[in-house]
C-alpha cells in the first residue's frame, strides 16, 4: 500500500510513466557515441558467447577461446538491465495497461488473445495463455523462442540491438542486410505463420 502511494505521486510517480520515445533515443545516440569514442562496439548478444567462456566452454571450441576480461563491462550492463527490469517491474511499473489502438486490440481479439483493460486483470500488451510457464506449450515455445534467438544472435555475429542501431550507425553493409532480414522475417511471421498459429 505504501509503495502504491509512493507511485503515485513525486519522483516515483514520475518515473512510472511511460516516457515519450525521444528520451530513449536520445540516450541511445549518446551511448552509441560513448561506445564509438571509446572504440567498443555496442551489442548483447556477445554476453552469451562470454557466459559460455566463463563457464569453460573456451576448453572444447576455439570459438570461445578469447579474453573474457574484455568483456567485462557488457556483462555488466547485461546484469543491470536485468536487475533494472526487476526492479521497474516490481516498483514503477505504470498504474495504466498498455495502451494500443483499438483496431490492434480486436485483431487481436480474432487470434483468441485477450487485451488487458485494467491492470487488476493482468500486465502486459495481451494475455499470455499461450507465452508462460504454466503449461507444457507455453515452457516448449520460452524454450524453443530462447534457442532460436540465442543461436540466431551469433550465427548472425549480433543481435538485433547490435546490427540495427550499433552496425547501422557504423554503416556496415552486413548490418544493412540484417535489418533488411529481421522486417522480412518479422513481417511474415505476423502475417503469414502467427494467423496459421493463433488464427
Same mark, same amino acid.
Request: with cysteine.
Given at each position: 500500500?505504501?509503495?502504491?502511494? !509512493?507511485?503515485?505521486?513525486?519522483? !516515483?510517480g514520475f518515473l512510472s510513466?511511460?516516457?515519450?520515445?525521444?528520451?530513449?533515443?536520445?540516450? &541511445? $545516440?549518446?551511448?552509441?557515441?560513448?561506445?564509438?569514442?571509446?572504440?567498443? =562496439?555496442f551489442g548483447v548478444s556477445?554476453?552469451?558467447?562470454?557466459?559460455?567462456? &566463463?563457464?569453460?566452454?573456451?576448453?572444447?571450441?576455439?570459438?570461445?577461446?578469447?579474453?573474457?576480461?574484455?568483456?567485462?563491462?557488457?556483462?555488466?550492463?547485461?546484469?543491470?538491465?536485468?536487475?533494472?527490469?526487476?526492479?521497474?517491474?516490481?516498483?514503477?511499473? =505504470?498504474?495504466?495497461?498498455?495502451?494500443?489502438?483499438?483496431?490492434?486490440? $480486436?485483431?487481436?481479439?480474432?487470434?483468441?488473445?485477450?487485451?488487458?483493460?485494467?491492470?487488476?486483470?493482468?500486465?502486459?500488451?495481451?494475455?499470455?495463455?499461450?507465452?508462460?510457464?504454466?503449461?507444457?506449450?507455453?515452457?516448449? !515455445?520460452?524454450?524453443?523462442?530462447?534457442? !532460436?534467438?540465442?543461436?540466431?544472435?551469433?550465427?548472425?555475429?549480433?543481435?538485433?540491438?547490435?546490427?540495427?542501431?550499433?552496425?547501422?550507425?557504423?554503416?556496415?553493409?552486413?548490418?544493412?542486410?540484417?535489418?533488411?532480414?529481421?522486417?522480412?522475417?518479422?513481417?511474415?511471421?505476423?502475417?503469414? &505463420?502467427?494467423?496459421?498459429?493463433?488464427?
Open positions: 500500500m505504501e509503495i502504491t502511494l !509512493l507511485q503515485s505521486s513525486g519522483f !516515483l510513466q511511460p516516457w515519450h520515445w525521444a528520451v530513449s533515443g536520445a540516450a &541511445i $545516440a549518446l551511448i552509441l557515441f560513448l561506445m564509438n569514442w571509446m572504440g567498443r =562496439s556477445m554476453a552469451f558467447k562470454s557466459m559460455c567462456t &566463463i563457464a569453460g566452454a573456451g576448453k572444447r571450441f576455439e570459438f570461445f577461446n578469447f579474453n573474457v576480461k574484455d568483456e567485462y563491462w557488457r556483462l555488466a550492463f547485461v546484469g543491470g538491465a536485468v536487475v533494472g527490469g526487476f526492479i521497474t517491474s516490481q516498483f514503477l511499473a =505504470s498504474p495504466d495497461p498498455v495502451a494500443i489502438s483499438g483496431s490492434t486490440i $480486436a485483431h487481436l481479439k480474432d487470434w483468441n488473445m485477450e487485451y488487458y483493460l485494467t491492470t487488476d486483470e493482468g500486465n502486459g500488451l495481451f494475455n499470455t495463455f499461450w507465452f508462460n510457464f504454466k503449461n507444457v506449450w507455453g515452457i516448449f !515455445l520460452a524454450l524453443l523462442g530462447g534457442f !532460436l534467438v540465442g543461436f540466431g544472435a551469433r550465427y548472425g555475429d549480433g543481435c538485433t540491438s547490435g546490427h540495427a542501431i550499433s552496425g547501422l550507425a557504423n554503416l556496415q553493409l552486413p548490418s544493412l542486410l540484417a535489418v533488411i532480414g529481421f522486417f522480412i522475417g518479422g513481417l511474415l511471421m505476423t502475417w503469414g &505463420i502467427f494467423p496459421l498459429i493463433f488464427g
